[in-house]
């Protein structure tokens, strides 16, 4: 079992920065990817970036790929998200999710198995 908590989400005027942190605990040896995902108001869940778990790879959805970066601290066993240059359109409720079975960078939801209780990101035009 893996337990991911979110954090960080507030409300940000256009053009500010965030820093979205996802601390994983339990079986942390397990993971092989954390993805970050967002779901807006009447809208599906949606890809964000993934990176991962040892190696450090990442990937990113196009239309934050050079505003946002995704790392992680694995002494903290936390995942960071940070967010830059953003965008009314990037308001939704942040998710991180662990894989633990497939280990590929994953744009679906589905492959991840563990995810957190989410944190909202609320930006103001």
Do not use: H
Not at 10 to 35: D, E, F, H, K, P
Not at 54 to 66: A, I, K, P
Request: glycine fraction near 12%; proline fraction near 1%; charge should be positive.
């Amino acid at each position: 079992q893996v337990q991911l908590v979110e954090s960080g989400g507030r409300l940000v005027q256009a053009g500010g920065s965030l820093r979205l942190s996802c601390a994983a605990s339990g079986l942390t040896s397990s993971i092989y990817v954390l993805g970050w995902f967002r779901q807006a108001p009447g809208k599906e869940r949606r890809f964000v970036a993934a990176i991962n778990w040892n190696g450090g790879g990442t990937y990113y959805l196009d239309s934050v790929r050079g505003r946002f970066t995704v790392s992680r601290d694995l002494a903290k066993n936390t995942v960071y998200l940070q967010m830059d240059s953003l965008k009314a359109e990037d308001t939704a409720v942040y998710y991180c999710a662990a894989d633990v079975v497939t280990g590929g960078l994953s744009t679906s939801d589905r492959t991840y198995d563990y995810w957190g209780q989410g944190t909202q990101v609320t930006i103001s035009s």
